[in-house]
């Protein structure tokens, strides 16, 4: 019987702990959006989807035994596409949205520097930008410390490095 009492304290006490840890959550997170914080998001992504399927038809799909530039792109927006649909589906009777704060421009910036390494790969490389993408998505969004903001930054770019231009012979532009 005392075997049954302690189990059922511990029971307990593990229920207290969840819910206070529940309610701590509660207070931190920011408001709820509504429906529209749902349906908004997934109108833009089916038209990314879309877009992006128009445009890698335009490279040339190829076969499966040999494909075309657009084939891989071409996918992936499809899957984009059809994700964005099941949101719209059922994004109106999802709760889990929150409205923008301050912390979303964070996702903006994020947006920003990555067209900004698309922008600078044809012009210098991709070595440059892709490590001062790191440095500002590490250091400055994500608030990592210098240090492993540097070893990550240096392994990322030499780990692509190698798999784009050696093991999947990309011709990626490169200053080395």
Partial sequence: MSDQHEAARRDDILAELEAEM??????????????????VPALVTLAIGVVGAILSYGYGL??????????????VSLVIAVLSLVLLAVGRHLRDSEKFA???LLVLAGLATFVGLGMLIPL????LPAFALCVVWLRFLGGETWRSTAVVSVGTVAAFYLLFLYALSIPLPHLL
């Fill in 102 to 104: 301050r912390a979303s």
């Fill in 62 to 75: 190829g076969t499966l035994r040999r494909p075309g530039a657009g084939l891989w792109p071409l996918a």
């Fill in 124 to 127: 210098i490389g991709f070595e």
């Fill in 22 to 39: 529940a309610h701590e959550l509660e207070e931190h997170r920011p408001p709820a959006g509504g429906p529209a914080y749902q349906l």
